[in-house]
């Protein structure tokens, strides 16, 4: 099942985290009002993680092979990561070559995609992909947790997930008043965010027909619920600034998905033509290799200091834009097809 609109969704996220990552000094980002919803924006990885938990469950069969799945995942990701890590590398490397040294245990932390675990490293290099290493420990437990979950009775199911996410919400609140920076990045602290969207996928699958019937209830409830987060931004709440990380927005995305999903309303509808489902199908690069090409235009060109802040900064989006889409073409793209063909049993 592939639900094209939400595909466009993505890029929207992976704009969005950009502009939250670069957008220093860039007009309309400095205006009063819109900055104070700039620095939010890092909550979109949530939303990766709820959308990521929530078409695996759609797409899932009730006997997952784990062979399968776990290759299937690995062939969708590592590729670029691979590249966008290396390309990042080569870049520090060529900028400071006496005083950049290879710390390999870094290295060596990145490449297996476990850097989210440790505190110290959790940024390292490519900073963006601690949500990668936190997507492959999704991964690794997804069909279990499916399984598990399938188990159970619908009602049962809702109960167990709600409470998980509560309980994680809790303890992340816990941390983050004592100041314990580590909980922000650690996969164990993202897992209800992405339990939540695994629970949404088989919701809608398995009751799409109660989902369908009480969209007009799902709606209230999520424009309440997204007018409430955008005032707490707004007012810069304190308490919300602290623990809003970690996926205390899951179920409000999660509405989100739902709503566009059914795609019933005129604003979605274009969401599922060509060029947006396209964009959608490049945001991974987007998203992963946001760091290389700043490193690139700012480092070997070193158009920063050329261009006025605003004009950078959309130049270098259209030119992030034009790479994800050569290293999906490229990069993404063959390298799937070529270890499905060799590799896959299926």
């Not at 110290?120 to 490519?126: F, R």
């Not at 179920?251 to 989100?256: D, E, I, M, Q, T």
């Not at 709503?259 to 490049?282: A, D, T």
């Amino acid at each position: 099942m592939k639900i094209e609109q939400l595909t466009f969704t993505r890029f929207v996220a992976a704009i969005a985290i950009v502009v939250f990552h670069f957008s220093k000094d860039v007009f309309p980002f400095t205006v009063s009002g819109i900055d104070r919803f700039t620095v939010f924006l890092n909550v979109l990885v949530s939303y990766f993680f709820v959308l990521s938990g929530f078409i695996l469950a759609i797409n899932a069969k009730d006997k997952i092979d784990l062979k399968q799945f776990y290759f299937n995942r690995f062939a969708r990701i590592y590729p670029l990561y691979l590249f966008a890590l290396l390309a990042t590398l080569a870049l520090i490397r060529s900028i400071r070559p006496f005083e950049f040294g290879l710390d390999f245990h870094r290295v060596l932390l990145s490449v297996f995609l476990v850097q989210s675990w440790t505190e110290k490293y959790a940024l390292v290099y490519n900073y963006p992909g601690w949500s990668l290493s936190a997507e492959i420990f999704f991964y690794l437990l997804f069909p279990f947790v499916f399984k598990g979950l399938q188990l159970l009775r619908f009602k049962h199911r809702v109960l167990v997930v709600g409470l998980f996410w509560v309980v994680m919400q809790t303890l992340f609140i816990v941390f983050a008043q004592q100041k314990e920076a580590w909980v922000l990045y650690h996969p164990l602290f993202h897992l209800s965010t992405f339990v939540v969207g695994i629970l949404g996928g088989m919701w809608y699958k398995e009751q799409q027909s109660w989902v369908v019937a009480h969209q007009p209830l799902l709606e209230r409830i999520f424009l309440i619920s997204a007018l409430l987060l955008l005032f707490l931004m707004f007012t810069g709440n304190v308490v919300f600034s602290q623990v809003y990380h970690d996926g205390l927005p899951a179920p409000v995305f999660l509405l989100f998905i739902f709503i566009v999903s059914l795609n019933r309303h005129h604003l979605f509808n274009g969401f599922n033509k060509r060029v947006p489902v396209y964009l959608g199908e490049i945001s991974y690069g987007l998203y992963i290799l946001q760091v290389p090409v700043y490193r690139l235009l700012t480092q070997t060109f070193e158009l920063k200091t050329r261009l006025s802040a605003t004009a950078f900064f959309y130049f270098y989006l259209l030119v992030l834009v034009l790479v994800s889409a050569i290293c999906y073409e490229l990069i993404e793209k063959p390298s799937r097809i070529f270890l499905r063909s060799r590799f896959s049993h299926s």
